[in-house]
């Protein structure tokens, strides 16, 4: 199912599955209120995936026209599958803030405009520049802090090509986000950065991994939970909005390729009224 050297990308596989929080699906009991179900062909999809083994009943071309695999299916830009798995993931990540009691928690906030203010070679510069995630009292106390999350497939193809380490591709994510809006953030913005790099195999870089703890020691603090079950309990809920986006973008719909006499509805004129 991969476009990668299979003995390869066995071995991958298995050391992404061995990173910290990657098998907690495995060890969940099925509780629907907290959103640990799959249905059988998810958990069949998850446990194929988990192992780089052949998916059942899949199409061997992609609607994009691209030869379908699950390493394609989990990149391919068509269907809104990319998008979603983000979403979902800012989403789960900013209502767990709130459940913590980080106050002015935000959504997609727009940034400052940098106002010709000298910034860095490579940095984000555009007045409807915007980031994933603010709050405060994160780190310190009425701190403003910035994150951007950013879902990787770790086994991709052009992560294999280059024989990059798990370890060098989140770092590389990482940097690249810093490169684009660390140096604004704390010049203009006056706040904190920090990139959130998660991959689809349910493994994340080191400033997640950081935030994890941080968030499970406020849980700790003002829920009253004890440490080592917050930051299981979160490493647990984020895998599996992982996961479940993950299996949903290998079987989601992608639609039919238009073929060359069919109009996109963007492109038609619906005024069909005669004139005279």
């Not at 969940?28 to 009943?57: H, M, T, W």
């Not at 989403?91 to 106002?115: F, Y």
């Amino acid at each position: 199912s991969s476009g990668i050297n299979a003995e390869y990308g066995g071995r991958l596989m298995v050391k992404l599955a061995s990173e910290k929080g990657a098998s907690s699906w495995l060890t969940s009991l099925p509780l629907k209120e907290y959103g640990y179900v799959l249905n059988k062909q998810q958990f069949c999809d998850a446990i194929a995936i988990r192992y780089n083994l052949n998916l059942k009943d899949c199409p061997k071309i992609c609607a994009c026209g691209k030869e379908f695999s699950v390493d394609h299916a989990l990149t391919c830009m068509l269907g809104g599958f990319t998008a979603l798995r983000h979403n979902w993931l800012r989403d789960t990540l900013g209502r767990i803030m709130k459940a913590v009691n980080c106050k002015d928690v935000q959504i997609e906030p727009s940034l400052l405009p940098v106002n010709g203010q000298h910034l860095p070679s490579g940095t984000e510069l555009g007045d409807q520049a915007r980031l994933d995630i603010s709050a405060r009292s994160v780190w310190n106390v009425l701190e403003r802090a910035f994150f951007d999350v950013r879902v990787c497939h770790a086994p991709a193809q052009s992560y294999a090509s280059k024989h990059n380490s798990i370890p060098e591709i989140y770092v590389m994510n990482e940097q690249e986000k810093k490169r684009k809006y660390l140096q604004r953030v704390i010049q203009v913005e006056r706040g904190t950065f920090t990139p959130l790099v998660f991959s689809t195999t349910g493994g994340m870089g080191l400033e997640a991994q950081k935030l994890v703890k941080k968030l499970a020691q406020k849980m700790e603090s003002n829920n009253g939970q004890r440490y080592s079950d917050s930051v299981s309990y979160i490493r647990r809920r984020l895998r599996f909005e992982l996961l479940k986006t993950t299996v949903i973008a290998v079987r989601g719909d992608r639609g039919r390729r238009l073929r060359n006499h069919e109009a996109e509805v963007k492109n038609m004129d619906l005024n069909l009224e005669p004139f005279g």
